[in-house]
């Protein structure tokens, strides 16, 4: 059985602990409120963008583009957003286990896919499984601005754009609230969802017209789908490590009362012992 003084490092090292994990679960609360705020208030631009896209693409103009059509698809490409460090939870395990399974159900050959990453642990474990690898980019800001990606973003575009890939797919943390973040993959080109969504009751007159507009809008709303895609997955990793840092702290407060418990025992062990000692001194000197 361990020594008092054992039981009582282990009791001030565990509060210790406490006090760390309590202090990360306050930070990822405050990182959390903030970044819900940022997707809320990119969800306008967002929305706008696709009115304006889907308008064109409903319209009985000849305007076209082949982010809008699908083709023969001979390579894919994955984009994945994790974040640059643990302590959150499942967060990181849970995409990039759908990111796998998926690539292992629809390719044979690593030639017929490649991947972009965001983020370390992302980019580590592609690395790790020797996965191939296009872009990437890490160390990404707790409340991203679009500047951060934008250069990943335009290149990643620019692949399906060159025919380098013919299809684009997404995996990240959707955030439902603080304590529910749900992995979701999401077809991003070719974009199909313009014509299903429909267009605005709106009339826009486009200058100069409406092929050009589509050219330099187009690859624009792809690049804010990624970026509102990584504001949603930030939201989603600060709640997980808030949910993550309160967890730890709750089992180090159960640990403390366990270990107390368990010095109060031995304490008084050993305090019954001593007794017992004295008590057969007395005897054995009458």
């Known amino acids: 059985m361990a020594s008092l003084r054992d039981i009582q490092g282990r009791i001030n090292s565990t509060k210790k602990t406490r006090k760390i994990t309590s202090a990360m679960q306050m930070v990822s609360a405050s990182k959390m409120s903030k970044a819900e ?51 959150v939870g499942a967060y990181n395990s849970n995409v990039l286990k759908a990111l796998y399974r998926t690539i292992q159900e629809r390719h044979q050959s690593k030639d017929e896919y490649t991947i972009i990453a965001i ?20 160390s990404i800001a707790d409340q991203p601005d679009f500047a951060d990606i934008k250069a990943l973003a335009s290149e990643t ?28 993959s999401a077809q991003l080109l070719p974009i199909t969802n313009l014509q299903e969504s429909g267009g605005s009751n709106s009339d826009y007159e486009y200058e100069p017209n409406e092929q050009q507009i589509l050219d330099v809008l187009l690859p624009q709303y792809a690049e804010s789908l990624i ?11 600060h709640a997980a490590s808030m ?13 403390i009362d366990d270990l107390t418990l368990t010095y109060n025992r031995v304490r008084q062990a050993a305090i019954t012992q001593e007794i017992t000692e004295i008590s057969g001194g007395v005897a054995a000197l009458e």
């Open 243 to 255: 949910t993550a840092m309160k967890s730890a702290t709750d089992n180090a407060g159960e640990l």
């Open 157 to 184: 575009v620019q692949l399906y754009t060159d025919e380098e890939i013919d299809e684009l797919h997404m995996f990240y943390n959707h955030y439902v609230s603080a304590i529910s973040q749900q992995v979701t």
């Open 37 to 87: 705020q940022n997707t809320k208030a990119f969800e306008p631009y967002s929305k706008k963008i696709q009115e304006v896209m889907a308008n064109i693409a409903n319209s009985t103009s000849d305007a076209s583009h082949p982010m809008l059509e699908n083709r023969e698809i001979k390579k894919s490409g994955y984009l994945v957003i994790t974040a640059d460090k643990g302590l």
């Open 119 to 138: 983020g370390r642990m992302g980019y580590e474990f592609c690395k790790k499984m020797e996965l191939p690898i296009a872009k990437s980019v890490v």
């Open 227 to 237: 970026y509102g895609a990584l504001l949603d997955s930030k939201a989603s990793e």
